[in-house]
């Protein structure tokens, strides 16, 4: 019992240690956004800079726009691809829609960013609909939209909200529509092809237009700013790593767009790997990147254990705490258990995001928004477990004569051993799951499999992250189960049974 | 091995005296206890007997410290009990109360040995000691080493009483001991409980509500009704010499009651 807490600190820094020594020996981090045309620029950024003998590595999928920039000003990543018309609308404040190149450089340059050139190809937004269906309704043009208010939208998330997407278009051509509904970008074109919407958001690059047979229609009263591909990256690489910097300007001027597309569907159609598109693109060799099925999982289940164990105990090591303090001090505790329920209601991508201005990218905020996920069920059955002990038997060791301390210590928290430990089940089973988001953060782990394969629509590759996730929480809930029976001391179980 | 009290383990045979004085409390606003004052000679055995809510486990409760009079004090061999002195001052009290208060997650010897272990006692003076007194209150072989809710009810209350007994406390308070046990074995445990009481010479508080109960154990008897104290005395005392209607009419009830003991 006395031994306990020294173990549990053990692990701690049993687990941290590791991430320690790697996050130190560390090469220029190129990161991507959750989306194919990135993750490939990504690669080519990567293999570029291994031609040029920089060593770099790829953080793929780490999520929107707001991830990788805040990532990239706070020096999580290095670099990654952006679109002009991103800075110019979202990113930077007081900037002509219509600014140039050399302009957004002169803004950058404050910030400590860089940016190459354009890169060949201009991927700006479009509205698409099904060819067929255009056809019939005989909309060319997205004034012609305005003819027919009963059509339903399905637009990208992030379409939605932004300054630039929806709420401007709609007001630039005065569009009637009040059927919209928010949809994953990667689910939207299955939606449009199948009829469940009838017109979606997407990009000029996109595999997906020839595909699906979807006709873009004409942007005839030139609202949509341009999306010239580039690289941001942070200007002290210039000094530290000149020959990285080097490889990405010198890919200025050399995707075109026919290229772009063709590579974007050579992985999302033919299931060709971003890595060897972009190394094709190259003409270079593919980097053996493919590790086979088993030391995958096996990195990812580290990944994901590693995420899941650590932030449980942390949890566990302010929870039960925190769930006898609520228990001994009655109005606190009521704070304690409303606050630590408010935690609780954050919807959990929120929650990953929260933390990034805090923590950066990776293995830390997801570890975080995990502790503090973890919290609530381990808190709430501490206090339960406690507050559920008999007045007598409370009162019957008191007046033994014991103090408090050794009170709590062999009398209270052994009656309420079961309680807490059921709290931790709880919280390591939800954890065990939520985790599997972490990988939009850059964490890794199950959920990469699962993000990769929503966004290739590829039902096997989500199935090499869920399945082994379905596998951990039922092992893990076994697990414990097994740890209560043997820690629930025997003369409860004797008296649960009568 | 037996010595005057009749314990072993005793180096001196101990003594205590104590009091509530002009003692009050409420609980939100309801009297538990109105202005009380009771003296227990050292040695002396009393029965505290009345309805429930007449106030009889509240001078208990206040006596251990386990609340504190709004007005008034309790004095332990004439001195103020004050909240430093508490936790020295109930090792010096055994107390049952009527489930016994046995901890669930413990065997029996668990729960004997957990006050004595704490206080630094070896495993085989603990050991000595518990089956001693499980010799003394006739719990059977083995009783010792199963858990509360393997036990019958009769046992559950001889373990706590020796739970009780041991640190060789000074006084015994017991709370309703005998009230959730059926009638064979309540009698029986009555007739121990005297026994023991006979031998140990503790300052002994018994709380009942049975007239014939109180009476069996103790020849003072303290009559309580809404948090006051109504009639002190022997038990012909109550039935012969009624200090009011109130007391009359506690004893008719009781004589019709049919486990009453002559």
Redesign the interface.
């Known amino acids: 019992m006395t031994r306990a807490p020294a173990a549990w600190l053990a692990a701690c820094v049993l687990l941290l240690l590791p991430a320690l020594a790697w996050a130190q020996a560390e090469p220029v981090r190129v990161g991507s956004k959750q989306f194919t045309e990135s993750v490939i620029l990504g690669e080519i950024a990567r293999e570029s800079a291994h031609e040029a003998g920089a060593e770099a590595v790829h953080r793929r999928e780490l999520g929107g726009t707001s991830i990788l920039w805040s990532a990239l000003r706070h020096g999580d990543i290095d670099a990654y691809p952006e679109y002009t018309g991103t800075l110019t609308h979202e990113l930077l404040k007081d900037v002509a829609p219509d600014a140039d190149i050399a302009t957004l450089r002169e803004r950058l340059r404050p910030l400590g960013i860089g940016i190459t050139g354009s890169l060949g190809f201009d991927n700006s937004y479009a509205i698409g609909m099904r060819a067929d269906r255009a056809v019939q309704l005989g909309i060319r043009r997205i004034s012609d939209l305005r003819a027919h208010p009963g059509l339903r939208l399905g637009l990208s998330n992030e379409f939605m909200d932004r300054g630039d997407g929806w709420p401007g278009l709609r007001r630039h051509y005065g569009l009637p529509q009040a059927q919209v509904s928010g949809l994953d970008h990667t689910l939207s074109y299955r939606a449009v092809a199948s009829g469940a919407v009838d017109a979606i958001d997407l990009y000029g690059t996109d595999a997906e237009i020839p595909y699906y047979r979807l006709r873009t229609l004409a942007d005839d009263m030139h609202y949509f700013p341009r999306y010239e591909a580039v690289y941001l990256y942070r200007l002290a690489l210039e000094r530290s790593a000149p020959r990285f910097v080097e490889a990405l300007r010198g890919l200025a001027g050399r995707i075109g767009e026919d290229a772009m597309r063709g590579m974007n569907a050579r992985v999302k159609l033919e299931g060709a790997s971003e890595s060897a598109v972009a190394a094709d693109f190259l003409g270079v060799r593919a980097q053996a990147d493919a590790a086979g099925f088993w030391l995958r999982l096996l990195r990812r289940s580290v990944e994901h254990i590693k995420l899941v164990a650590l932030s449980l105990a942390l949890a566990v090591l302010l929870a039960v705490p925190l769930g006898i303090l609520a228990a001994r001090v009655k109005r606190l505790g009521q704070w304690v258990l409303g606050l630590v329920g408010v935690l609780q209601t954050v919807p959990s991508l929120a929650m990953f995001v929260f933390m990034i201005p805090l923590f950066g990218i990776g293995a830390w905020p997801a570890g975080a928004a995990l502790f503090f996920y973890s919290l609530l069920p381990i808190v709430r059955n501490t206090h339960a477990g406690l507050a559920g002990i008999a007045p007598e038997l409370r009162e019957s060791a008191a007046a033994l004569g014991l103090p408090p301390g050794v009170r709590l210590r062999d009398v209270e928290l052994p009656m309420a051993t079961r309680s807490i430990l059921a709290g931790i089940k709880t919280a390591a089973v939800i954890n065990v799951g939520t985790a599997t988001l972490a990988a939009l953060i850059g964490a890794g782990g199950y959920g990469q499999p699962i993000l990769t394969g929503i966004r290739l629509d590829d039902i096997g590759l989500i199935l090499e992250g869920a399945v082994p996730a379905a596998l951990l929480a039922l092992l893990v809930q076994g697990l414990f189960e097994l740890v209560e029976r043997r820690l629930t001391p025997r003369g409860l179980r004797i008296e649960a049974r009568q | 091995m037996s010595r005057e009290t009749g314990l072993p383990g005793a180096e001196t045979p101990p003594r205590v005296a104590f009091a509530l004085e002009r003692a009050s409390k409420r609980y939100r606003g309801a009297t538990a206890l109105d202005g009380v004052s009771l003296a227990f000679d050292a040695g002396s055995v009393t029965a505290l007997i009345g309805s429930s809510g007449s106030g009889k486990s509240t001078v208990l409760r206040l006596l251990?410290g386990?609340e504190w009079p709004d007005q008034g004090c309790v004095k332990v061999d004439g001195r103020v009990l004050d909240r430093g002195d508490v936790?020295?001052?109930?090792?010096r009290?055994g107390?049952v109360?009527q489930?016994g208060?046995?901890?669930?997650?413990?065997?029996a010897f668990g729960n004997l040995a957990?006050?004595p272990r704490?206080l630094g006692w070896a495993a085989p003076r603990i050991r000595r000691r518990a089956e001693e007194l499980a010799a003394l209150t006739h719990l059977p072989q083995g009783v010792l080493e199963r858990?509360?809710?393997?036990l019958s009810g009769g046992q559950r209350q001889r373990v706590a009483l020796v739970?009780a007994l041991m640190m060789d406390p000074a006084a015994l308070l017991l709370d309703e001991p005998l009230g959730a046990l059926d009638p064979i074995v309540r009698h029986e445990l009555q007739d121990e409980l005297k026994a023991i009481f006979g031998q140990l010479g503790k300052t002994v508080i018994v709380v009942t509500h049975d007239l014939a109960e109180a009476a069996w154990f103790a020849e003072r008897l303290v009559l309580m009704r809404e948090g006051a104290v109504v009639q002190e005395g022997r038990f012909e005392d109550l039935c012969d010499r009624p200090a009011s209607a109130f007391v009359t009419r506690f004893v008719e009830t009781q004589r019709r009651l049919p486990e009453r003991r002559p």
Do not use: K, Q, S
Request: aromatic fraction near 16%; glycine fraction near 4%; charged fraction near 20%.
């Open positions: 251990l386990l936790l020295a001052w109930r090792r009290v107390y109360t489930d208060g046995l901890f669930p997650h413990l065997t957990l006050l704490h858990y509360p809710a393997e739970r």
